[in-house]
């Protein structure tokens, strides 16, 4: 059972781990190229794995050497002080019956203890939770339609302002500079919702024009044609404070008129311009028309990625690790709803019609 402890980082984990009798931990460690250090202590460079033998029991940690401070403190929790999560809480993880199961422990978000349960087979991988949220994060739902033939699709409603409030000022920053403007300019109180739909990339020829010169300086044109890929998409956010949005985004050069109509400057890859009427604001390339909305939703969040669609030749850009681990996967989908005072997610991972595994690692 891995677990977490808390005031660490996020990335330390531990696991208490019993040997059998007679086994030889020394012998064990030393096969799996573990470095003695010292005081029980034992050491994987690559693993980033640190060992703290108890007589027939160990701690296993996975952390930086920097870090070793932490897994000292988790054994001296464990194995000198004694302090264990209660019996009654690891039953609900027990009792969870499923192939994984996560507990979450009360927080200002929670104020009773929620389990995510994982269930898995050879097509699809199925992860579901409910919980009762503290009466301050009071989630609205919406109606929602959308295309089952879009790439990518996100919609969800307006989060409450606690809920909001939860991220950090570092956190705010990163997301300003991934959209390439102030988040707090777009999530106002009297918005509804918000939607992306992502149909597909659109390929399309783009020429650039050049100039050299002869030996007898005479001017020659090049003409460069590229293939650029382009994505179509709408963007819409509907509610109350779309004008102000609007205005605001005016003022600061985040739309500028053109002849071709409101150029939308914080989308690099694509042309996009904005138009808003009393109540929705739409972001998007002209050439783009909204899907065929074959699908409807009715909650907080919807989420479908249908990464059989994407083109090859973008998954390049990200890390070899994660193309590797997704290759396989079909479809993504995630979703939040009410039920009664709960809020229930799904996540559902669907594997393409092959024999291979869901998640290489």
């Known amino acids: 059972m891995a677990f977490h402890v808390k005031n660490q980082p996020n990335?330390?984990?531990?696991?208490?781990?019993?040997?059998?009798d007679g086994v030889r931990p020394d012998r064990v460690l030393e096969h799996y190229n573990f470095k003695t250090l010292g005081n029980n202590a034992y050491y994987n460079e690559v693993a980033k794995l640190?060992?703290?033998?108890?007589?027939?029991?160990?701690?296993?940690?996975?952390?930086?050497?920097?870090?070793?401070?932490?897994?000292?403190?988790?054994?001296?929790?464990?194995f000198i002080q004694k302090n264990f999560i209660p019996k009654e809480t690891l039953s609900k993880l027990v009792n969870a019956k499923s192939h994984l199961s996560i507990l979450l422990l009360k927080n200002i978000f929670l104020p009773e203890d929620a389990i995510v349960k994982g269930n898995f087979d050879k097509e699809k991988i199925d992860i579901n939770t409910t919980f009762i949220p503290n009466p301050a994060f009071n989630f609205t739902e919406s109606d929602f339609a959308f295309s089952s033939n879009n790439l990518l699709?996100?919609?969800?409603t307006q989060p409450p302002n606690a809920v909001y409030n939860l991220l950090s000022i570092s956190a705010k920053e990163?997301?300003?500079?991934?959209?390439?403007?102030?988040?707090?300019?777009?999530?106002?109180?009297?918005?509804?919702?918000?939607?992306?739909?992502?149909?597909?990339?659109?390929?399309?020829?783009?020429?650039?024009?050049?100039?050299?010169?002869?030996?007898?300086?005479?001017?020659?044109?090049?003409?460069?044609?590229?293939?650029?890929?382009?994505?179509?998409?709408?963007?819409?956010?509907?509610?109350?404070?779309?004008?102000?949005?609007?205005?605001?985004?005016?003022?600061t050069k985040i739309i500028e008129q053109t002849a071709n109509g409101n150029l939308f400057t914080s989308m690099p890859f694509v042309k996009s311009y904005c138009t808003a009427n009393s109540n929705q604001l739409a972001i998007q390339p002209q050439s783009a028309t909204l899907p065929i909305l074959n699908e409807n939703f009715k909650g907080i969040l919807n989420f479908r990625f249908l990464l059989s669609k994407m083109p090859p030749n973008l998954l390049k850009y990200l890390p070899n690790t994660i193309s590797g681990a997704i290759s396989n996967v079909d479809e993504i989908k995630l979703s939040a709803q009410n039920s009664?005072?709960?809020?229930?997610?799904?996540?559902?991972?669907?594997?393409?019609k092959n024999s291979l595994s869901i998640v290489k690692f």
């Open 174 to 251: 990163k997301i300003n500079k991934a959209l390439n403007f102030s988040i707090d300019s777009m999530l106002l109180p009297g918005n509804k919702s918000y939607q992306l739909h992502l149909t597909n990339f659109i390929t399309r020829a783009d020429s650039a024009i050049s100039y050299t010169y002869d030996d007898e300086f005479n001017k020659i044109e090049k003409v460069v044609v590229n293939n650029v890929q382009e994505p179509a998409y709408t963007f819409t956010i509907t509610g109350d404070s779309v004008n102000k949005i609007y205005n605001y985004w005016q003022n």
């Open 340 to 352: 009664n005072a709960s809020v229930k997610i799904n996540c559902t991972i669907l594997k393409k």
């Open 11 to 20: 990335n330390i984990w531990h696991i208490k781990l019993k040997l059998k």
């Open 153 to 156: 699709t996100l919609q969800f």
């Open 50 to 78: 640190y060992v703290i033998l108890n007589t027939n029991e160990l701690l296993l940690s996975y952390l930086s050497i920097e870090n070793s401070s932490y897994a000292t403190e988790t054994a001296t929790d464990l």
